[in-house]
């Protein structure tokens, strides 16, 4: 059980152009996701926490404008990179918490983002 | 605010061969612990955990244990295979780090030879 899936799990995009990822809690319901960055050999960079039904809380850093979050449903997130440039290219992994109260959290495999 | 430190890598060892990978938290709270490793080209995957002081996570042949006093949660394997090289993550969770954030170490890169 507590299956999460990110959809593409690759994707190569032309600059300037948006991109959307997907984050699906396969078999649980998730009131909360996480969204990470992760560059090569550097640890993973929480950029927003997504709260289903409403905005979500991004880090000190990162642009709410550039990544739109949006956590329509308790089984859906969605991450879209706008205008995206070069240095966006990186591997976005998302997690999402059960509404259990536990603190434990389950990761998706990444989607790889190159942008060209 | 809350963090943790775990050991710098890469930790190069032979096949069969003792592992330790120590981690140090700290904390306002009483936070839950977490080992995750990540293979190459994937995402992470919840090695153990432990949820308060004394208590033991083991699984796949690795163990660690909530040292309160000490505030570590060291990562341990009595013989190593090649399959088990990857990044190891440390990192803790709690009411403190706001909305159940968790908090990564930096990741400790084992490579296992043959």
């Known amino acids: 059980g507590a299956v999460v899936s990110q959809h593409p799990s690759w994707v190569i995009c032309k600059s300037g152009t948006s991109v959307k990822i997907e984050c699906r809690s396969l078999d649980f319901q998730a009131t909360t996701m996480f969204w990470y960055r992760q560059f090569p050999k550097q640890s993973l960079m929480l950029m927003a926490t997504s709260n289903e039904g409403s905005k979500a809380t991004y880090e000190q850093g990162v642009e709410k404008d550039k990544f739109l979050i949006n956590h329509a449903s308790l089984t859906l997130s969605t991450l879209t990179v706008t205008s995206a440039h070069p240095e966006d290219s990186s591997f976005y992994i998302c997690?999402?918490?059960?509404?259990?109260?536990?603190?434990?959290?389950?990761f998706g495999p990444g989607t790889r983002l190159t942008v060209t | 605010g809350d963090s943790v430190t775990q050991m710098e890598g890469p930790v190069t060892l032979s096949e069969e061969a003792f592992l330790t990978i120590n981690c140090t938290y700290t904390a306002t709270g009483y936070p839950s612990l977490f080992w995750y490793v990540q293979y190459p080209g994937e995402g992470l995957q919840l090695l153990l955990k432990a949820t308060k002081a004394d208590d033991k996570g083991s699984n796949k042949g690795f163990e660690a244990t909530y040292r309160k006093e000490t505030t570590s949660f060291h990562l341990e394997k009595g013989s190593v295979q090649v399959s088990d090289s990857a990044v190891y993550f440390c990192?803790?969770?709690?009411?403190?780090?706001?909305?159940?954030?968790?908090?990564f170490g930096a990741g400790t890169r084992l490579f296992v030879k043959a």
């Open positions: 997690s999402a918490r059960t509404a259990s109260g536990s603190y434990e959290q389950y």
């Open positions: 990192a803790l969770s709690d009411e403190n780090t706001g909305g159940f954030k968790t908090i």
